[in-house]
């Protein structure tokens, strides 16, 4: 602190803290509170309030229609005295025949004017008199979804036991791409980080890295150019002669777990690689020398020397590839459009924004966000990594 | 300890040599380490050696000849296959196991049981006197007792050929000169054979049998430890170990073993190492302990005149740094046995017996 005010002069250093601050505070802490906040008020939506509402509405809007129709009558009734128009005329007819209230038909087709005034009126009395029992019944369901609101866990104790079922199978998914993708990843990371010649490790990781110029979106859509049915990768089979288009028998890679985890190991191959190699390029190759040296296997040497030393990266990489893959929406929503058992965050996303519901999306983030913390520690604990070593 | 479990075996190399590219790391070599022999291979850095262990070893296949240790074959074999252990330069011990974990890793690898693995660790630590070390971790040791961690994982395994890769290099003098009499004694007690590679000639000439030292891929000399210090055969060798005063001229005769050699500040002779004839070019080496103050000589041959430059006392012994005429540099040491060398200045004469000069044909120096 001292140091940031000596080498950049009081203003500076003021302007630079200050903007940390803000930083801080209005876009970290201020919304994360609110989130949090959010995921604890339960939001009683009133269904049955909002209907009454709704059925109250209809009913003014049909008295206000008798009452011009009325109105219109008279005019009729004299202009017809006037004029003498044959009468007879079809009017008032509308589309108010609501579902669910008890209106009578609002078609009015014979008698006399008088007589189709005096309907009209019989049956506004009529809806004048339900608007009051309605009423009633509004403010006490009212009164019913205010006493439900406010803070509580029921955003989280209501989750359906099908959302229930996605959030786990979110985990376990995501946890089966964390482990195809160190699967996949260390002998990578171990390659490079091992190649004696700096030149082509330099080389491979540019070319680890190039796809990642390309926009996620875009990456992923490759994929499911690949995967289609009509992708690529059927075109070559079929051009092999494993399968047959014609015949109509295309494989359906795409909304699959494979398809989708094979997307998300692709996309989000670089967290892991590099952490990784990080880890294994300070890793003295004289001790991989050595374990041979002393008569060890190959996996010998991987499991006592070189993996051990890895932890660090290992758990960091597996951490971030965990987090991206639990709260990853393009992948499921690009891979499976529709087809695949939902992931999480696309309930989450729903949440927010089709259903409109804020406090409910906080509280399934919440509970997302509470399970990838459980698995950076669960992954601390096994690995015994401390969270120094993971700043490394 | 048992002694018998580590008998040493005898490495051969036969015209083992060495290609990275076009380049030449080692020239076709034959060398014969005999079985439980502390051997060095002294040399510069960039000379070889380290190449022709990681070729003992099993690390690089030679491009060319076979490597036989105790008899058999060991050219197509990996280095886990071989019974050899190697010391690196930086020890690479294993810095997340325990020290009797790292002793017992060869052990491990074998398949022997945990129990067994920790006594095997603690007898070879007691070997080592690093007696109840075993639960500490490598970096919680000294350099020194790190150093003996791993000369104990190496035994571990009971090879019958040690390889050592410079690991001195990084202890400070004392601790060197401590740690070269532990390895001595240590070989001495398994009879395992000790392959030493350094660049340092003080390690070599101490602890080791013999020495093969080494140029640009070629071996120049193998011989006992003193036979290097006062027959060297090669130009090379006799100023890459130990000081040496080096002269340069033309053999005039060089009957009966000996040479008279003309050069521009005189005539010298020597012994005539290499049956030089009259218009060789030669070099004469003479140590610097062996050239004397001419008052102190009856000798009348071999006589030089030398103005003194610098004395630098170094405690037992005093550097005498003299210049002679065309520009010479020459070097006397004088025990420090009174107070005769502070009296030397100007311009003084020098001589040395024939006996202690040596004649070779001229050639490439160390450090050219």
């Not at chain 1, 999480?344 to 913390?373: D, H, K, M, P």
């Not at chain 2, 019958?160 to 070269?180: I, T, W």
């Not at chain 2, 070629?218 to 060798?237: G, K, L």
């Not at chain 2, 065309?326 to 009296?343: A, E, K």
Request: charged fraction near 20%; aromatic fraction near 8%.
């Amino acid at each position: 602190m001292h140091s940031l005010y000596r080498s950049y002069g009081a203003v500076l250093a003021s302007l630079f803290l200050g903007l940390v601050a803000l930083w801080l505070v209005a876009l970290i802490a201020l919304p994360q509170l609110n989130m949090i906040e959010r995921a604890f008020v339960y939001e009683s939506r009133g269904g049955a309030a909002i209907q009454s509402q709704v059925d109250i509405d209809r009913i003014y809007q049909r008295i206000y229609t008798i009452e011009y129709d009325i109105d219109a009558l008279r005019d009729q009734a004299e202009g017809e005295v006037a004029i003498g128009v044959a009468p007879g005329a079809k009017i008032g007819e509308d589309n108010t025949a609501g579902v669910g209230i008890a209106v009578p038909s609002a078609t009015v087709s014979s008698g006399t004017i008088e007589e189709q005034i005096a309907a009209l009126e019989t049956e506004a009395g009529g809806l004048k008199a339900q608007l009051v029992d309605l009423e009633v019944e509004e403010t006490r369901l009212l009164e019913e979804k205010e006493a439900a609101s406010g803070y509580s866990l029921r955003n989280f104790t209501t989750m359906s036991s099908l959302h229930l079922r996605i959030f786990g199978m979110t985990l376990v998914y995501s946890f089966c791409v964390t482990l195809i993708c160190f699967v996949v990843c260390y002998p990578i990371a171990y390659t490079v980080a091992q190649t004696a010649n700096r030149e082509r490790a330099a080389m491979l990781m540019l070319g680890l890295l190039i796809p990642y110029a390309i926009n996620e979106l875009l990456r992923i859509f490759a994929w499911t150019m690949i995967l289609a049915n009509e992708g690529m990768l059927n075109t070559t089979l079929d051009a092999l002669g494993l399968i047959d288009m014609a015949q109509g028998e295309p494989i359906r890679w795409l909304a699959s777990n494979g398809a989708v985890f094979c997307v998300m190991v692709y996309a989000y191959i670089l967290f892991m690689v590099f952490p990784i190699y990080n880890t294994i390029e300070t890793l003295d190759r004289n001790q991989i020398e050595a374990s041979k040296d002393l008569g060890a296997s190959l996996i010998r040497t991987h499991l006592r020397v070189v993996l051990p030393y890895a932890k660090p990266g290992i758990a960091v990489g597996s951490i971030m590839t965990f987090m991206l893959a639990a709260g990853s929406i393009a992948v499921p929503g690009l891979v499976g459009p529709g087809l695949h058992p939902d992931w999480f965050s696309q309930v989450i996303y729903r949440n927010f924004f089709e259903a409109g519901n804020w406090n409910i999306g906080s509280a399934y983030s919440l509970a997302l966000l509470a399970a990838c913390t459980g698995f950076i520690l669960v992954n601390m604990l096994v690995f015994r990594v401390g969270i120094r070593d993971i700043a490394k | 300890m048992d002694k018998q479990a580590l008998r040493g075996k005898n490495v051969e190399l036969d015209g083992v040599s060495m290609r990275f590219g076009d380049f030449t790391a080692v020239q076709p070599t034959d060398l014969t380490v005999n079985a439980g022999e502390f051997f060095s291979i002294l040399g510069p850095s960039g000379c070889g050696k380290t190449t022709i262990l990681r070729m003992v070893s099993g690390f690089l296949k030679p491009s060319t000849g076979h490597i036989r240790i105790g008899g058999d074959d060991m050219t197509q074999l990996g280095p886990n296959k071989r019974p050899t252990a190697l010391i690196f330069q930086n020890l690479a011990l294993f810095p997340l196991m325990t020290v009797w974990e790292n002793v017992a890793f060869g052990l491990e690898a074998r398949g022997m049981g945990k129990a067994d693995r920790r006594r095997r660790a603690d007898e070879l630590l007691e070997l080592v006197a690093l007696t109840g070390q075993g639960d500490k971790k490598p970096t919680e040791l000294s350099g020194g007792q790190r150093q003996r961690v791993a000369v104990a994982r190496g035994l571990a395994v009971e090879p019958a050929v040690l390889l050592l890769d410079e690991p001195l290099s990084a202890l400070d003098l004392k601790l060197r000169q401590h740690m070269r009499a532990e390895l001595k004694s240590i070989q001495r007690k398994t009879g395992v054979t000790f392959i030493y590679i350094t660049h340092d000639q003080g390690e070599a000439l101490t602890m080791s049998d013999r020495v093969a030292v080494m140029n640009g891929g070629r071996v120049e000399q193998v011989a006992a430890t003193e036979d290097i210090y006062d027959n060297p055969s090669t130009p090379f060798v006799a100023t890459f170990v130990g000081e040496q005063n080096v002269l340069r001229g033309k053999v005039m005769d060089g009957a009966n073993g000996i040479a008279r050699v003309a050069t521009d500040i005189g005539e010298f002779t020597g012994a005539n190492r290499d049956g030089l004839g009259a218009g060789d070019d030669a070099m004469i080496f003479v140590r610097p302990e062996r050239l004397d103050l001419a008052s102190r000589s009856n000798e009348t041959v071999n006589r030089m005149r030398a103005h003194v430059e610098r004395r630098d006392l170094e405690g037992p012994f005093v550097n005498v740094f003299l210049r002679a005429r065309g520009d010479l540099p020459l070097v006397m040491h004088m025990t420090n046995s009174g107070d005769d060398w502070r009296s030397l200045e100007g311009e003084l004469e020098l001589g040395f017996r024939s006996t202690d000069a040596l004649v070779l044909r001229a050639g490439e120096l160390a450090g050219e």
